[in-house]
């Protein structure tokens, strides 16, 4: 720059060259005098087209270096834009936290309506057993009063206050009853066992189905609340990955910035000394040709006795020199080179500026990205807390399905050692009526009896068929977990 300066400054005074004074001049200063030659000089001056190239380059050079700079301010600007708003993220997963236990209070007052729904179901049918023992009662009681139904008005206001007469009857009448009564006690005792046995094999089986469908139920709810919670794993997952990435690109993105910058103000800082170690020589070299005109030429003394008296006729005595055009262009180069210096000394300014600034940038970089990491630790932290969360749950589900796995086995084996009695029952009450020896063999009871071991199979074969079902869906669910 400040040989380019000088060499402008040469070129424009080679132009105008050195002009003699008018003698008939009004008498001023040295100093008023040299400042009006000056002016005079730049005002008779022709615009030079190498300097207004020159000077165009310059302006092209400045504008470009602006837009490299903006570019630059643009890209910092997208690193520190934020990448999403932390307190809506903060909000959603509160409350995603907050449905889940929702759901799963949900399902725990689900499966206590569903036991509530089963011991119900169980309490209607004993009492629909009671009832029907009842009507068996009342039917007998008809038979023996023989009354019929149309006949027969029962009001029981105070049943304490009431009394019982018995009936007299003569006593062959006594006896032709008894035997009566006998047979048909027989045929009945075995037809209200056989009834019951088929309630209760019936309400059994309506209570297994009850408990088959209920479970299969909560089976399917479970089944799909673990697949909504992977799927909820999952997708949030891939939601942070992503995060991450971007979080992992915005760092790569300020560190190449950084970079870029301290790799730019290290240059621009080099190429600051190469240039004052250009101008220190210039004006070293400009101090001894100025120390070896003044040895030449006693120029100055002579300007500053005319300083000192402040006439102009010594001014126009004044012999002309040949080197006072070369001393011109020489204290003009200098006073060039000072403008330059002062300039290098605003740009240098600037640049340790720019510098301070873009280390604070890289500082606030180095925070964010330390912030960055706390912050993605605190999530892995958060994740492994939720996922101790669901394992406890999915070890809390499976304990409740095991217990309830052992109170159907349980049921199922008291099923089966009532069943077995009922058969010991019914094999000893035949024996005992063929033991008998005044009384003809009943092939009615007798078949009746072959009707109810054959049911009693049947019921055996169902609870084994509902066994094996509830074994396969164990081991379905186990391959499965």
Not at 5 to 34: T, V
Not at 216 to 226: D, M, Q, V
Not at 386 to 402: A, I, P, V, Y
Not at 415 to 443: C, G, N, R
Request: aromatic share 6%.
């Amino acid at each position: 720059m400040a040989s380019g300066g000088s060499i402008f400054d040469k070129i424009l005074w080679s132009k105008s060259g050195c002009r003699k004074r008018r003698p008939n001049q009004p008498k001023y200063s040295a100093n008023s005098i040299m400042a009006l030659d000056i002016n005079r000089e730049l005002e008779a001056l022709k615009p030079s087209e190498r300097l207004l190239d020159y000077y165009r380059s310059k302006i092209e050079k400045f504008d470009e270096e602006f837009e490299h700079l903006r570019k630059v301010l643009d890209s910092y600007q997208k690193v520190n834009q934020p990448t999403f708003l932390e307190n809506e993220r903060l909000r959603l997963s509160a409350e995603v936290v907050e449905l889940r236990s929702a759901l799963s209070d949900v399902n725990v007052f689900i499966y206590a309506e569903r036991q509530q729904v089963t011991r119900h179901h169980a309490e209607n049918e004993r009492l629909q057993l009671d009832l029907l023992e009842a009507e068996k009662k009342i039917a007998l009681l008809l038979s023996l009063s023989g009354l019929s139904e149309t006949q027969l008005k029962v009001f029981l206001r105070d049943p304490r206050k009431m009394l019982i007469i018995k009936q007299k009857l003569p006593l062959q009448l006594k006896k032709l009853n008894q035997k009566l009564k006998e047979n048909q006690i027989d045929n009945e005792d075995i037809s209200e066992v056989e009834l019951s046995l088929h309630s209760k094999v019936s309400s059994l089986e309506k209570q297994i189905c009850d408990s088959e469908v209920s479970w299969a139920e909560e089976r399917a709810t479970l089944l799909e609340e673990r697949s909504l919670a992977t799927s909820e794993f999952k997708a949030q997952r891939v939601r942070d990955e992503g995060h991450m990435k971007l979080l992992m690109q915005r760092l790569d993105d300020a560190n190449y910035h950084a970079y870029e910058a301290t790799k730019d103000a290290v240059q621009k800082l080099k190429k600051l000394h190469s240039h004052e170690k250009l101008w220190l020589a210039e004006r070293d070299h400009l101090l001894t040709v100025l120390a070896s005109v003044q040895e030449k030429i006693p120029f100055v003394q002579q300007m500053n006795n005319i300083e000192r008296s402040g006439s102009y006729t010594d001014l126009i005595q004044m012999k002309p020199q040949k080197n006072s055009c070369e001393t011109k262009e020489l204290r003009r180069e200098n006073e060039m080179l000072q403008r330059e210096l002062e300039e290098s000394e605003e740009y240098r300014n600037m640049y340790e500026s720019q510098c301070v600034r873009l280390e604070q940038e890289m500082c606030k970089l180095r925070e964010q990205k330390e912030a960055a990491e706390e912050m993605f630790k605190e999530r892995i932290q958060k994740q492994i807390q939720q996922n101790d969360l669901l394992r406890k749950q999915s070890e809390r589900l499976d304990e409740r399905r095991r217990t309830d796995v052992e109170g159907f086995h349980s049921d199922i084996r008291l099923i089966k050692d009532s069943m077995k009695t009922l058969v010991h029952q019914i094999y000893k009450i035949t024996i005992a009526l063929t033991e008998m020896e005044y009384v003809p063999p009943d092939f009615d009871a007798m078949t009746e009896i072959q009707a109810v071991s054959s049911l009693a199979r049947t019921v055996q074969k169902s609870i084994n068929d509902a066994k094996r079902k509830i074994i396969r869906l164990d081991h379905l669910i186990d391959e499965k977990d």
